[in-house]
């Protein structure tokens, strides 16, 4: 797998899930990769910029993930449009998997997306190109051999509704966990960064994919802080660590009917980093 060669344009409106998704592909290796949040500045990038992949967001307006294929693939305009495309969302079903296979998509992602699925599935539909038909009734790949589909959530029956509730609330309290000992790691030893960032992105992923904009916001200004971490003074770093830590984990731990408290704690967090930033060594 030759990331090297990837030239990766993502079209995600919520600057959190593109944030993610461009960390991933970064720290794989990838280095030409550029993110828009709007469908009409990713249109006009693409008619200069020749991606071999595209990262597309189901949700997306005004038109959505399937729509925007199809446009895409009949807009002669753009270099690209005989590229992969691959289409992201939150929400996957077969359903959907069928009209992303219909409109000339390559492949659809359940979020949240992690780094295995991610590269694993764009090598495949790079590593087995499959014959580009263009004609009036269709224009994409093959769809005979069907739309590759990874990370989708698992089937489960209603009266599981709550174990598997259960189940993901003691995921996200692992992932917390590992982020308080990422932190605490990172602390100590300033060479621990990648460490907590990795740890960070994974809360993070939880946040997007419930919506939980507090969450969100708070892990956007812990990210910020570590990576802006260097020329400050150590005890700025250190407090505003705290911060983040903490409020992360408070945030976790309050329900959506505590909103007012969710909220405060979520700018206390953008304060302090806000404050650290402000006490830069000399």
């Known amino acids: 797998m030759n990331v090297k060669s990837w030239t990766v344009c993502v079209i995600e409106p919520n600057k959190f899930e593109g944030q993610i998704i461009l960390d991933l592909l970064r720290n794989a290796g990838v280095d030409r990769v550029k993110v828009c949040t709007e469908q009409d500045a990713a249109n006009d990038l693409l008619e200069v910029y020749n991606a071999n992949v595209v990262i597309a967001s189901f949700e997306m307006g005004p038109l959505d993930g399937a729509a925007w294929t199809r446009a895409y693939r009949r807009n002669k305009r753009l270099p690209g449009r005989k590229q992969a495309i691959f289409i992201t969302s939150g929400a996957f079903s077969l359903s959907m998997a069928e009209e992303c296979r219909h409109a000339g998509a390559n492949a659809l992602i359940g979020k949240p997306i992690s780094a295995k699925v991610l590269l694993a599935t764009i090598a495949k539909v790079l ?3 499959r014959e580009f038909i263009d004609a009036e009734g269709y224009v994409g790949p093959c769809r ?18 709550s174990v598997v509730t259960a189940a993901d609330m003691k995921t996200l309290k692992t992932v917390v966990d590992a982020l308080v000992a990422a932190a605490a790691a990172y602390a100590a030893d300033s060479n621990k960064l990648e460490g907590c960032e990795l740890a960070l992105r ?7 994919n419930a919506g939980d904009g507090p969450l969100m916001r708070a892990c956007a200004a812990f990210a910020l802080q570590l990576s802006s971490a260097k020329g400050l003074r150590p005890e700025a770093v250190r407090s505003a660590l705290e911060v983040c830590v903490n409020g992360v984990v408070k945030l976790v ?12 704690i979520a700018e206390g967090v953008r304060q302090a980093v806000g404050k650290a930033a402000m006490q830069r060594a000399a």
């Open 127 to 129: 590593g087995k190109p």
């Open 253 to 264: 731990s309050l329900g959506p009917e505590q909103a007012a408290r969710r909220e405060e």
């Open 144 to 161: 005979r051999a069907g739309i590759v589909t990874a990370g989708a959530p698992k089937k489960r029956r209603k009266a599981d509704d």
């Open 202 to 208: 994974q809360v993070q992923a939880y946040a997007v």
